[in-house]
């Protein structure tokens, strides 16, 4: 991985989106290790004073960048990587709990509607999501799919932000996605990063398998 910081303009955020991921990521790793991660990330200002729970833009994308990469730094990439998914994990349950609106989610509707097929509630959820990060987050994306599997294309992210890695880094998204699957289905659905901005991709594109394990 490069050390040189991108220098793109910044771009603006939910406060409610940062402050999850500091309450996921203090979940993850204790109040200590949230407080060296935001040591680490130049944002010690946020130490038990997290964003408040907004929709307003009061926080940006590098910011929840530089976050995600001090988890990296402190773990080291290999041991980042099963936590940053944790964190994604959790980030959806928080969101799910304190800020459905980042996710597009209302309750428990969809997860319990009758007589519709579990591929298309995962559509469903995942328009839902696609349209919420687009008219809430800021975040441009929209969703394709194939005979295998849906596509989440996401064309501004907060990998752009961080150093360059030689390969695709938004685990706490691919944790996200993997957690709302799994909260949906009940069954564990493997999500992957297939292409990502941050190493010079068009997009991030997130794959998600149609067949379930049980259908298999």
């Given at each position: 991985m490069s050390a040189t910081?991108?220098?793109?303009?910044?771009?603006?955020?939910?406060?409610?989106?940062?402050?999850?991921?500091?309450?996921?990521?203090?979940?993850v790793m204790g109040?200590?290790?949230?407080?060296?991660?935001?040591?680490?990330?130049?944002?010690?200002?946020?130490?038990?004073?997290?964003?408040?729970?907004?929709?307003?833009?009061g926080v940006t994308f590098g910011e929840y960048g530089r976050v995600e990469q001090a988890v990296e730094d402190f773990l080291g990439p290999r041991g980042?990587?099963?936590i940053l998914i944790r964190v994604g994990r959790e980030l959806f349950r928080y969101s799910l709990r304190e800020q459905s609106a980042l996710l597009g989610i209302a309750g428990n509707a969809?997860?319990?509607?009758?007589?519709?097929?579990?591929?298309?509630?995962?559509?469903?959820?995942?328009?839902?999501?696609?349209?919420?990060?687009?008219?809430?987050v800021n975040q441009p994306a929209h969703l394709?799919?194939?005979?295998?599997?849906?596509i989440v294309v996401i064309d501004q992210c907060m990998c752009q932000w961080r150093p360059k890695h030689e390969k695709p880094c938004c685990l706490v998204t691919v944790g996200t996605f993997s957690e709302a699957m799994k909260w949906l289905t009940d069954?564990?659905?493997?999500?992957?990063?297939?292409?990502?901005?941050?190493?010079?991709?068009?997009?991030?594109?997130?794959?998600i398998?149609?067949?379930l394990p049980e259908e298999a």
């Amino acid at each position: 991985m490069s050390a040189t910081q991108p220098t793109i303009p910044d771009r603006g955020m939910p406060s409610g989106a940062l402050r999850l991921l500091f309450l996921s990521i203090e979940e993850v790793m204790g109040s200590d290790g949230i407080k060296a991660v935001l040591n680490g990330a130049k944002l010690s200002h946020y130490i038990n004073n997290y964003p408040e729970n907004s929709l307003e833009y009061g926080v940006t994308f590098g910011e929840y960048g530089r976050v995600e990469q001090a988890v990296e730094d402190f773990l080291g990439p290999r041991g980042a990587r099963a936590i940053l998914i944790r964190v994604g994990r959790e980030l959806f349950r928080y969101s799910l709990r304190e800020q459905s609106a980042l996710l597009g989610i209302a309750g428990n509707a969809l997860k319990n509607m009758p007589l519709i097929s579990p591929q298309a509630k995962m559509k469903i959820l995942l328009q839902q999501i696609v349209g919420a990060a687009n008219k809430t987050v800021n975040q441009p994306a929209h969703l394709e799919e194939d005979h295998d599997n849906f596509i989440v294309v996401i064309d501004q992210c907060m990998c752009q932000w961080r150093p360059k890695h030689e390969k695709p880094c938004c685990l706490v998204t691919v944790g996200t996605f993997s957690e709302a699957m799994k909260w949906l289905t009940d069954r564990p659905v493997e999500v992957k990063e297939i292409t990502c901005l941050n190493n010079g991709a068009d997009a991030c594109r997130y794959q998600i398998p149609k067949k379930l394990p049980e259908e298999a």
